[in-house]
């Protein structure tokens, strides 16, 4: 960006060098990132994800194409209005979910440089095709194409255009919907409201698959009656637009066509307006504005009781600062409602109380653990990165006179018992709606519970130290956690999930249900003195750290 600071204006460079500079400039930091241990480490993690991320893409690939293929070569062609809205409700839902693998639009970074207003919006624009759910969209909407092609080529030309519009549309969009949410969720504590009724309405979505098992029959009539107000929308103007143009209707084609222009020229003036706003050098803060400050004096608790006088005062602290950071994240907070939420809906495929056959087609016995193997999975990942929080304060760590064993203590208790509220809270849920195997399975699931847990704590602290990554309270893009901790997180568990199953085959294949819970009783025993014995290593090697750490969370 240093040949566009040299000139007076920014007119005096081109729009396209604009943006080739920017690109240039975005590669150079890629690379300078790349000379950093950790960042390597963190893009190989982020590799291996992306595998399973293309597995995914490639396979559903194949489902549009023949779906395509299908309807256009048996003559439905109006059916394609549902893999075109298929794409858009992805495209536009899924990012929530991936928030933090996208590309992030650093606003007030290109600000420092003299762009012009135009590059600024398409160099906005272009990140929205960065994003995981943009490049899966565009993969379908490409195999779609070739299926419409292998079935009548003649439909090529509609089908080109009309994914091209789609495209555009999508991606301004969903540029737009990101721009005004950042606004309006501008204050933490607005953006914890929204995430709570996001999590909520997603939760509810479990319970599609029993309603429909039950009201679907009766729910396809009132779908197709209620499928013609959708008409005037974008998925279906897109499939109506191939439609009328395989049997021939061109005018009918160009007035869908230009339904779908219309919203791309909508859209695009409304996202112009929202970059023009930051582009202007629009400041979202939820810094409280200055109030004078007046004087409290603290009543004395000279003589009231510590509930944590049994621990060490560090660790005590330490647990006490955790769970303020808890209650203060209120996404932390709102997903401890997903493990027992999770026990009901899946319970609620079962057959019936007391039954051999009781939940999804498998006994209780078998039900029963690996459900708790994965909420496991689910409730261990923070732990991999528990200094996610900390920022600036990790500075404190190292100045204070405490050891980073104390730390760790304190961390991981707060993490147990959080382990332990959750896991009481879907057994009881079990219990209620389907009720528990016999007492040797319970037991052995639960002393394997205090094995696997204990054994990835060790694990878990090593990897905070070793990939460290800062999130912030209440915020969704940009927040992900290291993909090399990604990885460790669950290679441990898919390491400790295996010894567990083949024990619990082992007990299967002996006839002898308690062989299980002896040898888990031995490994748990053996988990808990190697987590003693990881303390103090651990801690050394923080020091050793310290740069690291100060230098990933401290920006």
Same mark, same amino acid.
């Given at each position: 960006?240093?040949?566009?600071?040299?000139?007076? !204006?920014?007119?005096?460079?081109?729009?396209?060098?604009?943006?080739?500079?920017?690109?240039?400039?975005?590669?150079?930091?890629?690379?300078?990132?790349?000379?950093?241990?950790?960042?390597?480490?963190?893009?190989?993690?982020?590799?291996?994800?992306?595998?399973?991320?293309?597995?995914?893409?490639?396979?559903?690939?194949?489902?549009?194409?023949?779906?395509?293929? !299908?309807?256009?070569?048996?003559?439905?062609?109006?059916?394609?209005?549902? &893999?075109?809205?298929?794409?858009?409700?992805?495209?536009?839902?899924?990012?929530?979910?991936?928030?933090?693998?996208?590309?992030?639009?650093?606003?007030?970074?290109?600000?420092?440089?003299?762009?012009?207003?135009? +590059?600024?919006?398409?160099?906005?624009?272009?990140?929205?095709?960065?994003?995981?759910?943009?490049?899966?969209?565009?993969?379908?909407?490409?195999?779609?194409?070739?299926?419409?092609?292998?079935?009548?080529? #003649?439909?090529?030309?509609?089908?080109?255009?009309?994914?091209?519009?789609?495209?555009?549309?999508?991606?301004?969009?969903?540029?737009?919907?990101?721009?005004?949410?950042?606004?309006?969720?501008?204050?933490?504590?607005?953006?914890?409201?929204?995430?709570?009724?996001?999590?909520? +309405?997603?939760?509810?979505?479990?319970?599609?698959?029993?309603?429909?098992?039950?009201?679907?029959?009766?729910?396809?009539?009132?779908?197709?009656?209620?499928?013609?107000?959708?008409?005037?929308?974008?998925?279906?103007?897109? =499939?109506?637009?191939?439609?009328?143009?395989?049997?021939?209707?061109?005018?009918?084609?160009?007035?869908?066509?230009?339904?779908?222009?219309?919203?791309?020229?909508?859209?695009?003036?409304? &996202?112009? &307006?929202?970059?023009?706003?930051?582009?202007?050098?629009?400041?979202?803060?939820?810094?409280?504005?200055?109030?004078?400050?007046?004087?409290?004096?603290?009543?004395?608790?000279?003589?009231?009781?510590? #509930?944590?006088?049994?621990?060490?005062?560090?660790?005590?602290?330490?647990?006490?600062?955790?769970?303020?950071?808890?209650?203060?994240?209120?996404?932390?907070?709102?997903?401890?409602?997903?493990?027992?939420?999770?026990?009901?809906?899946?319970?609620?495929? =079962?057959?019936?109380?007391?039954?051999?056959?009781?939940?999804?087609?498998?006994?209780?016995?078998?039900?029963?653990?690996?459900?708790?193997?994965?909420?496991?999975?689910?409730?261990?990942?923070?732990?991999?990165?528990?200094?996610?929080?900390?920022?600036?304060?990790?500075?404190?760590?190292?100045?204070?006179?405490?050891?980073?064993?104390?730390?760790?203590?304190?961390?991981?208790?707060?993490?147990?018992?959080?382990?332990?509220?959750?896991?009481?809270?879907?057994?009881?849920?079990?219990?209620?709606?389907? =009720?528990?195997?016999?007492?040797?399975?319970?037991?052995? !699931?639960?002393?394997?519970?205090?094995? !696997?847990?204990?054994?990835?704590?060790?694990?878990?602290?090593?990897?905070?130290?070793?990939?460290?990554?800062? &999130?912030?309270?209440?915020?969704?893009?940009?927040?992900?956690?290291?993909?090399?901790?990604?990885?460790?997180?669950?290679?441990?568990?898919?390491?400790?999930?295996?010894?567990?199953?083949?024990?619990?085959?082992?007990?299967?294949?002996?006839?002898?249900?308690?062989?299980?819970?002896?040898?888990?009783?031995?490994?748990?025993?053996?988990?808990?003195?190697?987590?003693?014995?990881?303390?103090?290593?651990?801690?050394?090697?923080?020091?050793?750290?310290?740069?690291?750490?100060?230098?990933?969370?401290?920006?």
């Amino acid at each position: 960006m240093a040949d566009v600071a040299l000139d007076s !204006t920014a007119q005096s460079v081109s729009l396209a060098n604009q943006i080739r500079l920017v690109a240039g400039l975005r590669w150079r930091l890629l690379r300078n990132k790349m000379r950093q241990r950790n960042n390597v480490m963190d893009m190989i993690g982020m590799g291996f994800a992306g595998v399973f991320g293309a597995v995914l893409v490639f396979g559903l690939s194949f489902a549009f194409f023949g779906g395509a293929h !299908t309807f256009i070569s048996q003559g439905r062609t109006t059916w394609m209005s549902l &893999l075109f809205w298929a794409i858009f409700v992805w495209w536009q839902v899924f990012p929530f979910f991936v928030a933090g693998f996208g590309a992030n639009f650093e606003f007030r970074t290109l600000l420092r440089f003299p762009l012009s207003r135009r +590059a600024f919006y398409l160099i906005g624009l272009a990140y929205g095709l960065a994003d995981f759910s943009s490049i899966a969209a565009v993969c379908w909407l490409v195999a779609m194409t070739i299926g419409v092609a292998t079935a009548q080529p #003649g439909l090529l030309p509609a089908m080109a255009i009309v994914c091209g519009i789609f495209v555009l549309l999508n991606v301004t969009l969903e540029r737009l919907i990101g721009s005004w949410l950042e606004r309006v969720l501008a204050r933490r504590r607005t953006r914890e409201i929204f995430f709570a009724l996001f999590v909520l +309405a997603m939760l509810s979505l479990q319970l599609l698959n029993p309603l429909m098992q039950r009201y679907g029959n009766s729910a396809i009539p009132l779908f197709r009656h209620w499928a013609r107000y959708f008409a005037p929308f974008p998925g279906s103007l897109a =499939g109506t637009t191939i439609a009328v143009f395989a049997k021939g209707s061109i005018g009918d084609a160009l007035v869908a066509i230009a339904g779908l222009l219309t919203y791309v020229v909508i859209f695009s003036a409304m &996202l112009w &307006l929202r970059f023009a706003a930051q582009y202007r050098g629009e400041e979202l803060s939820e810094t409280a504005a200055a109030a004078p400050r007046v004087g409290t004096r603290t009543p004395s608790r000279g003589g009231s009781s510590d #509930g944590l006088r049994f621990l060490a005062p560090s660790v005590a602290e330490v647990l006490r600062k955790e769970f303020h950071y808890l209650l203060r994240n209120g996404f932390s907070f709102v997903l401890l409602v997903l493990p027992p939420f999770m026990i009901l809906v899946f319970t609620m495929q =079962g057959a019936g109380r007391h039954h051999g056959i009781s939940v999804m087609g498998a006994s209780r016995s078998a039900f029963f653990p690996g459900m708790m193997g994965y909420l496991i999975l689910v409730l261990m990942s923070p732990a991999y990165n528990c200094f996610a929080y900390e920022g600036r304060g990790i500075q404190t760590y190292f100045m204070s006179p405490v050891r980073f064993r104390e730390v760790f203590l304190g961390k991981n208790l707060m993490m147990a018992v959080v382990l332990a509220l959750e896991i009481s809270l879907s057994i009881l849920v079990f219990s209620f709606r389907v =009720g528990l195997p016999g007492a040797p399975v319970v037991t052995a !699931t639960l002393v394997a519970i205090i094995f !696997t847990t204990v054994g990835q704590f060790a694990i878990a602290n090593w990897s905070s130290l070793t990939f460290p990554r800062k &999130l912030n309270f209440g915020q969704m893009r940009g927040q992900r956690q290291s993909g090399m901790a990604v990885l460790i997180a669950f290679g441990a568990q898919i390491m400790l999930g295996g010894i567990s199953a083949l024990l619990f085959f082992a007990g299967i294949w002996t006839r002898n249900p308690w062989l299980p819970t002896e040898a888990f009783v031995f490994l748990a025993a053996a988990a808990i003195a190697g987590y003693v014995a990881s303390l103090d290593p651990l801690s050394n090697y923080a020091e050793q750290k310290k740069e690291t750490l100060i230098e990933a969370l401290c920006r």
